[in-house]
Every structure is written in C-alpha cells, then in structure tokens.
C-alpha cells in the first residue's frame, strides 16, 4: 500500500532496491522495464539507485507492472528494530529455541516484511537463524544469490551481516577457503557487536584447514570475551575446537582433559549440543588409543543429529566385530537420510568404508574413483583432514595392487599440498 507522503527518504530508498529486486529477478533490464511503463529507463536507475524519487504516478506505474505493493503498517514495523535485536541476541548466547519462537512468529507475516523498508534486515536475520542452526530451507541458495546482487543497497552493517552468513553457508557446507573469504570480508567491516561471533566460526574454518596455531589464539581471545558477558556456552563450544585440534595433533590427554571438563558443565547446565560433542569426540579417542572396551560407552550416550563422525563411528564398531551385515545395514539406513544421501562428501566417505568391510561391494576401479573424487573435493574445499585421511587410504590401496607410480605420484602431491598450507 502506497503512502508516498508519509516516507522519510531513507525508506523511499528501499523502494528503488524492491524494484530493483524484483525486476533482476524476473530477467528484465532497465530498459525492457522501461519499455513496459513507458518510463525513462534512466529514470528508473535513478530511482533504484536512490538518487531521485520519481512523483507517485511514476512510482504506482512502475509497481503495477512488477506486481509489487508496498507496506508500511506502522505497528508492525516501527517495531521491527527490537524484533531484530532480540533475535539476534539469543542467537549470540546460542539460545535457538527462543529465536525459533520470534522467527516462526514474524515468518506468519513475511510477505510484508519482504516489501517493505525492513526487506533487507528481514532477510538479513531470517536467513542468520536458519544457517546459524543449520536448518534446511530450500529458497536459501536463491534468496541469497538474489540479494548478492543488490548488495550495494546495504548499509555496512548490514553487509557485514550478509558477508557472515554466506560464510556461514560455506562452513555448512564444508568449504572451508571460501568461509574463510566471507568471514575476512566481513571482519573488515568491523562491528564489535558481531565480530565476535564471525570469530568463533573464523575458528571453525581456519581449525579444519589445519590452521591450529592461529585458531588456537582467536579462540582463547574469544574465550575470554564470551566469559566476560557470561556467554559460557559459547565459551565451551570455542574449547570443543581447541581439544579438536589437539586430539588432530594427537595430545590426547589434553584432549580428554578439555573434552571431560565441558561435559560436567554440560551435564551440570544440561546443555544436550555440548554432551554429544563430547561423548562423539571421547568416543573418537578411545578408538584411537586403541582403548575398544570404552568406546561404545560414549557413543550410546550421544544423539547423531548432523555429525559424520556419529555414523563413522558406529560404522567402526561395526567393522571391529567383523559384522559384515550390520555394516550394509547401517549404510542402507544411514542412505537413507536426506542429508546424507545428499551430501557428497559424506555419502562417498559411507560408501568407502561399505567398500573396505565387505568385499562383495568391492568395486577397484569405482574405489580408486571415489578416493580421488574425494581428494579433489578436500583440495577444493580446502579439507585438511579428509585430504590426509582420504590420501593415505588410497595409498595403502595402490600398495596393495603394487600400482606404485600411482603411489609415488599421490604420495608427492600429498606433500605439496601440506607443504603450501605452511606457506
């Protein structure tokens, strides 16, 4: 609904960006929409770049031909600034469930947000709590595609938000450089009020790309900033990645020591996201230690959610046994989960391990395929970790088929590789 002369100037900005939006979206250039308003094409970038309001004939026109309205009912919006804050404040004390309450309450009136003078920072803090908890949307990808191209509407804030959550997207989706891009940029438009949440999942990123060093600083600088306005779950979550990076190390008993310490606050404060991380990781342990009789211990005390490393170790306990037909079930179960099955990495990685435990599924070539599928994958996504467990897997296959030049070959990229990540 159009009410021209109520509209300060920095809202009839956003006018030109819903324009803008809209008319990117639906293919159409300045002059094709020019063309179909009878309007100056120029006069229209002008008005979507915010240079001039064109008079309110001009602006219904245009609306009309796009199928837009505008709204601006003051009692749901003039309050959308303390909607946005409280959101946002109990995502940074990892507090979901109240988020979910307000976003699920806000999302009954979406369609007005999304054509109104608080678009940007709807989508902004919609899209922050669905990637933040990793919950599956399927207009995502097409939100934010579409939004990254009127970009330059943003206000800095407001870009270092979008900045954090395509980073955030990466991470989700385990393409660790490419976080780590999103998160520099947004770090460089610096706001004390956000960058130490950007930071604790910088950690993240630079933690997988085997980056301990640095992420060890950021996350004990982090730490301590949490601990000061009481964030302790936050502050734990930081700990997970720096016992990580020792357990990756192999210091296993500062590991445990870090992992054991978390979860008595876990259990203390119940607190479930932090006593699965930590019965999964000591779980993790024990097989490495080669500690058999304790690992079931903590795995039957964890819940899988999105953790691969849940499902490899229950692969594992299968594979100890020798149970050939509990391994093809627990792969026909576990293909079975959209995640997964949708997930390339992960599913490659449930097929390997099907592969090497059951040697009807043993299939040479199509193993030799998927090894390399998957060091590809971890080179582009800059995965330190399944680089190196996917390459010495593959080269203890080409030891056993005596194909040594392949072996010679990977064994030399497996050292350039890590001798680049230390440049």
Not at 49 to 60: A, D, L, N, Q, S
Not at 137 to 151: G, H, R, S, T
Not at 268 to 297: F, G, H, M, P, W
Not at 304 to 309: A, F, I, K, M, R
Request: hydrophobic content about 40%; some cysteine; proline content about 0%.
């Amino acid at each position: 609904m159009l009410a021209i002369d109520s509209y300060e100037k920095e809202n009839l900005k956003v006018l030109g960006l819903l324009v803008r939006y809209r008319r990117v979206n639906l293919g159409l250039s300045l002059r094709d929409l020019g063309e179909l308003t009878n309007i100056s094409h120029t006069l229209i970038s002008n008005f979507e770049r915010g240079v001039m309001i064109p008079h309110y004939e001009t602006i219904k026109d245009i609306f009309e031909v796009l199928k837009l309205e505008f709204y601006d009912h003051h009692l749901i919006l003039d309050d959308f600034s303390n909607v946005y804050n409280k959101v946002f404040k109990h995502l940074l004390y990892h507090e979901y469930e109240e988020a979910a309450e307000i976003i699920y309450e806000i999302e009954k009136d979406r369609h007005i947000y999304e054509n109104s003078r608080e678009v940007i920072n709807f989508t902004v803090i919609r899209c922050l709590f669905y990637i933040l908890t990793n919950t599956f949307i399927n207009e995502k990808d097409k939100v934010l595609n579409e939004y990254e191209v009127v970009l330059e509407f943003f206000t800095d804030n407001q870009k270092q938000m979008f900045y954090f959550i395509k980073g955030l997207d990466k991470l989700n989706q385990e393409f660790y450089k490419e976080a780590m891009d999103y998160f520099k940029k947004a770090l460089h438009i610096g706001n004390s009020d956000v960058d130490l949440l950007i930071n604790e999942y910088y950690v993240i990123a630079l933690s997988k790309s085997n980056m301990f060093i640095v992420s060890r600083d950021i996350a004990r600088d982090c730490i301590v900033a949490y601990e000061q306005q009481t964030n302790y779950i936050r502050a734990m979550l930081l700990r997970t990645r720096i016992a990580n990076d020792l357990m990756r190390i192999k210091k296993y008993d500062e590991a445990k020591k870090i992992y054991n310490y978390i979860y008595n606050f876990s259990i203390k404060y119940n607190i479930k996201d932090l006593e699965n991380i930590c019965n999964t990781r000591l779980s993790y342990i024990a097989l490495l230690q080669n500690e058999y009789d304790i690992i079931e211990k903590y795995l039957d005390k964890a819940t899988p959610g999105n953790d691969t490393l849940y499902y490899y170790m229950k692969f594992d306990i299968m594979a100890r046994k020798k149970d050939k037909e509990g391994i093809i079930k627990l792969y026909n179960k576990y293909m079975q989960i959209d995640w997964i099955k949708n997930h390339r990495k992960t599913s490659n990685f449930f097929k390997l391990i099907l592969m090497r435990n059951c040697e009807e599924y043993m299939d040479k070539k199509e193993y030799e395929r998927i090894h390399l599928e998957q060091i590809d994958i971890a080179i582009r996504s800059d995965d330190a970790e399944m680089f190196e467990v996917t390459t010495k897997f593959l080269m203890k296959f080409y030891k056993s088929e005596r194909q040594y030049k392949k072996g010679f070959l990977l064994s030399e990229k497996f050292l350039q590789y890590f001798l680049l990540e230390q440049l």
